[in-house]
C-alpha cells in the first residue's frame, strides 16, 4: 500500500477522487472531540438507518488506529478484496456498503504504526480506489480530535460536512468546541451535534433514568447556533448489540427509536439536494389476490417494490405478522419502506409510519402493484375515495386516510 508521491500520480489520484465524489450527494463527517463517547456507533447506525430508508450509502472508517465499524457491523475477519486497481466494499446490505482499515490488517488486533503521510495516503486511497458507485450518502468515520484524518478529509472532500457526537459531560464539550473551532478554519459546515449516553436505559424496567445532568451538547450547540440533532440514552443493549456486530435497528428499546429521531432530524438539516443520484425507493403495497387491498390492517400479503432510477429493480411479495396495533406499520418501516400506497388507513397507523419516514399515499384503486407504482411515480396517483372497507373499533385501520 505505498503513498502516492509524484506530482503526475497524485494528480491523477485527485481527478479520480473527483470523479468519485461527484457521484456522491451528501459527504457527512462524523467527528469527536473525545474517544469513547460513541462516534462510531452513531457514525455506523446512522449509515445502516439511513440505508435501510433506500438510501444508497457508503460507510469509510478512516479511523487508522482504532478502526470499530467493522466489528460494530460483524464484519470482524473480513479481508478487502480487490478488483482490478479498485477494492470492493464489503456489501452490508443491499444499499450499504463499507470500507474499513481493518480489512487490511493480517489479524484484526494487529495495531497500525503509520506516521500522517501513510494516513493521508490510505484515506485518499480509499476515495480514489473503491468501487462505491453512485451513493446518496458517504459516511465517513474519523478518529476523534482534529488531526491528519480529518484534516485530510477536509482538504479532500472540499463539500464535506460535520456530524459532532459527544456525551453530556464539560471535560468532553471542551472538545467539542475544538472541534467546531476546527470545522470553522477548515471551513467545513456543521450539520449537528448529537449527545450520546444522555441518561441511562434501566435493563429491568426499561424506563430512562437521568443519572447525569444531561443536556450540555444541546446547549453547545445553541452557545454556536448549530443544529441540534438528538440525545442517546445509555444503554446496555448497545454495547451487547454492538460487540455481537449488530446495529441499534435490532433493539427493541427506547434507544431504536432515539436513533430514529436523530436521523429525521439529520435529514431535515440536509442542505435541499443539489444534483446527485436520485433516491432509491421501496415501496410498500397491501394486497390480497394479486390487487391492492384496502383493508390495511388485515391484508394477505405486501408487495414490496424497489426502485432505483425510476425503475422497478425488485419486487418482493411478504407476509406480514398478525394484526395488532401498531405491529403492521413498523413491520413496514423495518423492511426500510420509503412509501406505502393504501386505499385507505386510520390516523395511528399512519401517524406512527410518518414517525418513522415513511410516507402515506391513501386513496389508491384496487389495482396490481405494478400498475400503481407506475401511476405513482408519474405522479398521477389520484385518490379514489376508496376506503378500508371494514368496520373496526380501533384507530389504525380506519375508514379514509387523514381526512379523506
Ligand atoms: P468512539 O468511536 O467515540 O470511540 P464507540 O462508538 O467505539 O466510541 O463506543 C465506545 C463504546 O461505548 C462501545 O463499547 C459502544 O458499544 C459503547 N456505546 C456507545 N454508545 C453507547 C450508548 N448509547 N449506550 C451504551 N454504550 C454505548
Not at 473480513?78 to 493480517?106: A, C, E, H, M
Not at 389476490?289 to 432505483?308: R, V
Not at 401517524?351 to 401511476?375: M, Y
Request: one cysteine or more; aromatic letters at 4%.
Amino acid at each position: 500500500m505505498a503513498c502516492n508521491s509524484s506530482d503526475q500520480e497524485l494528480q491523477a489520484q485527485d481527478q479520480k477522487i473527483n470523479k468519485f465524489l461527484q457521484n456522491v450527494n451528501h459527504k457527512i463527517l462524523v467527528m469527536s472531540g473525545k474517544g469513547g463517547v460513541g462516534k462510531s456507533t452513531v457514525a455506523t447506525n446512522l449509515a445502516v438507518f439511513l440505508s435501510n430508508q433506500g438510501y444508497k450509502v457508503g460507510l469509510l472508517d478512516v479511523d487508522v488506529h482504532g478502526p470499530s465499524i467493522a466489528g460494530l457491523l460483524g464484519l470482524t475477519g473480513l479481508r478487502l478484496n480487490t478488483d482490478g486497481d479498485q477494492f470492493q466494499p464489503y456489501q452490508y446490505n443491499d444499499n450499504l456498503k463499507v470500507i474499513s482499515i481493518q480489512g487490511l490488517l493480517n489479524q484484526p488486533d494487529d495495531p497500525l504504526i503509520w506516521r500522517g503521510p501513510v494516513k493521508i495516503g490510505i484515506i485518499r486511497q480509499f476515495l480514489a480506489d473503491v468501487n462505491w458507485g453512485a451513493l446518496d450518502f458517504l459516511i465517513i468515520d474519523s478518529p476523534p480530535g482534529t488531526g491528519d484524518e480529518p484534516l485530510t478529509v477536509a482538504q479532500t472532500v472540499t463539500d464535506c460536512q460535520a456530524v459532532i457526537v459527544t456525551t453530556p459531560q464539560e471535560i468532553a464539550l471542551a472538545d467539542v468546541r475544538k472541534s467546531i473551532q476546527f470545522c470553522k478554519k477548515v471551513n467545513m459546515p456543521v450539520l449537528g451535534i448529537i449527545e450520546n449516553m444522555s441518561g441511562f436505559v434501566c435493563p429491568s424496567c426499561g424506563n430512562m433514568h437521568a443519572i447525569f445532568k444531561s443536556g450540555g451538547g444541546e446547549k453547545t450547540a445553541a452557545d454556536y447556533n448549530l443544529p441540534f440533532l438528538g440525545q442517546l440514552p445509555i444503554d446496555p443493549n448497545v454495547v451487547t448489540a454492538g460487540d455481537a456486530g449488530r446495529s441499534i435497528d435490532t433493539l427493541t428499546s427506547h434507544t431504536k427509536e432515539s436513533m430514529q429521531h436523530i436521523v429525521e432530524q439529520f435529514l431535515q438539516k440536509l442542505p435541499t439536494k443539489q444534483k446527485g443520484v436520485e433516491k432509491t425507493m421501496k415501496i410498500a403495497i397491501p394486497i390480497v389476490q394479486g390487487k391492492l387491498c384496502t383493508h390495511f390492517g388485515h391484508c394477505e400479503q405486501f408487495a414490496i417494490i424497489t426502485i432505483a432510477d425510476g425503475k422497478i429493480v425488485k419486487h418482493e411479495t411478504l407476509t406480514p405478522p398478525p394484526h395488532a396495533p401498531g405491529v403492521i406499520p413498523n413491520w413496514v418501516a423495518d423492511h426500510g419502506c420509503t412509501d406505502i400506497i393504501v386505499g385507505g388507513m386510520g390516523e395511528a397507523a399512519q401517524a406512527i409510519l410518518q414517525q418513522r419516514g415513511v410516507k402515506v399515499s391513501c386513496g389508491a384503486p384496487s389495482d396490481t402493484p405494478e400498475n400503481l407504482v407506475a401511476v405513482y411515480l408519474r405522479g398521477e396517483l389520484v385518490d379514489s375515495g376508496n376506503t378500508c372497507d371494514h368496520e373496526h373499533g380501533d384507530h389504525e385501520h380506519g375508514h379514509g386516510c387523514g381526512g379523506h
